[in-house]
């Protein structure tokens, strides 16, 4: 939050009395007469913003104020006009003052003015009006106007257009998609005369026309790009490079035009000045007789397959190589769009973009590039009849096992993942089997990248690879590690013997483990669940447990995991469920020594558990045996306290005919003495060594599990019985190795008695311990055969009035 100096300020500002507020707008009043303004103004006009700003009311400056401030928006210092827009955006506007631009000094309109201009816009009928007398102006010669008016008018167009596209009409579409054209297939080709207007390039004038130059020096032969170089640029140079930079937003968004009354002519009259002949993509001259939007997407078309040309020359300077990059990723993405709206076009684009691909493929400083190209592959390789394996295998298999410790491939892949989930699963099986791979984002950096697989994990599971992410989600923190040594590895020296260095790392580089390592670093599914030698690789990786990233990763892994069973429900069926309870007890012991992580797994793990056991009853009687020898090991009680305590439950509350009618006398009987096995032993001796005592919710489970398996078989009554009455005995002679606590043990006792009270009528105990569904679920308030709802019908109207 804010400094204590700062909340001083922002004190202050807010209780300024009214008579101190007036004195300091006159004083502003009087600096602002001045011709030049100081120190002492832009301080004043910092605390004004800072006054209007703080408090939640809107204030009304004075009508001198007011009009010195509008004309600060032309002052040749940016900082007053950034101040003055400030301050005006925090003020109402008095009625007659609004900031109006007409015709004739739309050229006057900059960033910041407009940044005030559209604030102060009331309706979507203002901001077309402003579209319009922006766009009337473009269509001026530069010998009409400022030279900086275009380059002004173009951003905030775009400005428009991404905050109310609708505010544009069928004539604004026209016009602009014209000037466009123009700006990009025919600006000239010879550099500026003069100093450029700022910029990339500028330089002293020259007296001879000078032509523009590729960006490996040779004098270019083709029209004007972005990726062309020069001293200096002429303006219709720099609409050209304003122009691409909106290309892809307005192909995106000029669909969202309004379709009221035009009076565009649809016939393309623009005059092309010093227009050249494209050597490398000319087209047919019926390109001229096609609509606005049509022409704008061919130029477009042969615009992007220039910059693809020029982006194969050798830069001389770093920025450039990285210029041409940027404009290959957003090329690309253009020749997306214009595909995608018309298709006929993909057979004149494939080639050029699959000669990218084969050029670039090699190279992983492009993978960003790469990815536009994986979304074009996708968006209309189908069409095309292309292989599309080569693309998939990159990018799900050399991108995250190589780069994925590049924070920015990592958010641009996982979102491509993200906006293309369906066509992914419909069309691309190299998908789903990439997990192993794709999880080393989250294994490497998981809180930038976890909301990402929030979305992502369900479209990852299907009956064929449950039951392995499942696993894979569970080794995620040994990932994370093993991450961490193959990039250590790769920059530490060889240990000598004897000598100190980390155990890990010398474990990563021995041939004796190499195996446990690449397993996890394995690229995609189908080699196996997972390995037989876990224990083994948890030690190897001790020493990880204090690392930064293996911390951060095991705490993402219990939201995954809920993730994970939420969906699963969905997708597997009994059979499958019935293995992942396998996989939960089996793994129970079998997780990476972790602080709080192993306690949080077991959690997560009892609360899904009983869900799918409530959701399917018979899974009980399914996997009976192993639930069984789990429950009936009495380690767990000490060291997985959390999951033990809701399979006992589980084994107690589900155990039942009227939940299986499989569910037999002898099943019964058999988890009955498993369970008492257990019990008494826990109950009778003091716990092992370095254990705590047992938790009195353990306990009751016990002895609640125990009372619920004998309602349902009367023969095992009076042994329950027995063991409830020795309890009570053993008790009353004062405290027990086996609780050390007098409040827990005054607990247990209570809940046995209230027991042995219900189990001496095993009828009533039956109803109690055993309901039937009709109770667990009542639906009395509809069942018209009792008075409920009658009772109901009656409270409501006496509670309401009439």
Known sequence: MYSHGSESLIKQAREIQESELQKFYSRLVKLLQGKEFGHETIDSLQRLHLILSATKYTRTLPTELQKRLL?????????????????????????????????????????????????????????????????????????????????????????????????????HLTLLSKKLVDWLRYASITQGGGASSGGFFTGPRSRQPVPIAELDGTVSGDFFTVLCVGQSFT????????????????????????????????????????????????????????????????????????????????????????????????????LDCVCVEDASLVYRAFPCVKALFGRLSSDMTFARVLLPIAQFYLNHGEMAAVDCDSVWKLVFGQFPAELFNDPFLAHELLRFLRLNLENLQLRVPQYTRSFPNLLKFLAWDSPAVVDDFVDLLPSLLTAETVVELLHTLLDL??????????????????????????????????TSFRGLFLYLLRVEAGSGDTIDRLSTLHELLAEAADWPRVVQCAQTVPVMLHIFFNTVVTVADEKLLAHLILVMLERSSLLLNLPTYVKEIHRVFSCHLLRLCKLHPCLVVDQSHELLEFAGTTANVYSKEEIYTHVVWVLGEYLSVSCDSRCSVRLITSCF?????????????????GAACPAPRVITTLMSA?????????????????????????????????????EDLVAIVTRGEELWSLLKTPGVAQSVLTPSPHVTTPQWHRDTNVSMPLQLRTLTSLTHSQ
Request: proline share 5%.
């Open 71 to 171: 004309s600060l928006l032309s002052s040749p210092a940016e900082q007053l006009q950034v101040l003055s827009s400030a301050v005006l955006r925090e003020t109402l506007p008095l009625s007659g003052q609004e900031l109006n631009y007409n015709q004739e000094n739309i050229s006057q309109l900059n960033t910041h003015a407009a940044a005030l201009l559209l604030s102060q816009a009331g309706s979507r009928a203002d901001l077309s009006s402003l579209c319009t007398q922006l766009l009337r102006s473009l269509e001026s010669r530069q010998s009409e106007g400022p030279a900086h008016s275009l380059t002004h008018t173009l951003p905030i167009v775009n400005t428009i257009l991404t905050h109310s596209p609708q505010c544009l009409t069928e004539d």
């Open 235 to 334: 303006e219709d140079q720099w609409m050209n490079v304003y122009s691409f930079s909106m290309l892809r937003h307005w192909l995106l968004t000029y669909h969202s035009v309004s379709s009221g009354n035009t009076t565009a002519d649809t016939d393309d009259r623009s005059e092309v000045d010093g227009s050249v002949v494209s050597m490398v993509s000319a087209t047919s001259s019926s390109s001229r007789l096609l609509p606005p939007k049509e022409r704008l997407r061919e130029k477009a078309f042969q615009y992007c397959q220039r910059l693809i040309e020029q982006s194969d020359r050798k830069a001389h300077k770093r920025t450039d190589a990285e210029l041409q990059k940027a404009c290959l990723v957003e090329a690309v993405c253009i």
């Open 477 to 510: 923190p040994c990932l994370s590690a093993t991450l961490v040594l193959q990039l250590r590895s790769m920059c530490l020296p060889i240990s000598e013997p004897g000598g100190r260095g980390l155990l890990s790392v010398d474990a990563f580089r021995s």
């Open 673 to 689: 003495e498993a369970l008492e096995a257990v019990l008494f032993e826990i109950t009778s001796s003091a716990p092992p060594p």
């Open 706 to 742: 125990l009372a619920k398996l004998a309602s349902r078989s009367h023969d095992l009554i009076p042994r329950v019985s027995l063991f409830l009455s020795k309890l009570r005995t053993v008790t009353r002679g004062g405290s027990v190795v086996w609780c050390s606590d007098e």
